[in-house]
């Protein structure tokens, strides 16, 4: 399995899971969403080392819920003068960005499952997990 979540030290994906060293892929990025690279890096793991389910963690008080798109590229133009060309894929309701990063994962050509993803919210103050219909 390959299990998908955000960089925030808080999610201990291992513990969370039972899982010992060895069992998953784990991939991490700000806000735990599915982007391109996380597309790339999916269909790696399927493709080349057999993977066949895909678990995607978001967390509560994430800070990707706390900036808007804009404003992060604003601030980001401001202090280097280039504006980025990637999304920073901020959101207000967790609950909707795991559900648009399970369907990013469901309708991509490059992986070759996409039947068994599942996604969820981890609550860091509970440590409950939660899955998202």
């Not at 990707?64 to 990637?86: C, H």
Request: aromatic share 6%.
């Amino acid at each position: 399995m390959t299990i998908l979540t955000c960089m925030d030290a808080r999610i201990r994906v291992f513990e969370i899971f039972g899982l010992i060293q060895g069992e998953a892929h784990i991939l991490r990025n700000a806000g735990g969403v599915v982007t391109d690279d996380m597309i790339r890096s999916l269909a790696l793991s399927q493709r080349k080392l057999g993977t066949r389910e895909v678990l995607i963690v978001q967390h509560t008080d994430c800070g990707l819920s706390m900036v808007t798109e804009d404003d992060f590229k604003d601030e980001l133009e401001a202090a280097s003068g280039l504006r980025p060309t990637w999304s920073v894929e901020a959101f207000r309701v967790v609950e909707d960005s795991v559900r648009r990063s399970v369907q990013r994962v469901r309708r991509s050509d490059f992986l070759a499952h996409t039947d068994n993803v599942r996604g969820f919210v981890y609550d860091v103050k509970l440590g409950r997990l939660t899955e998202v219909e």
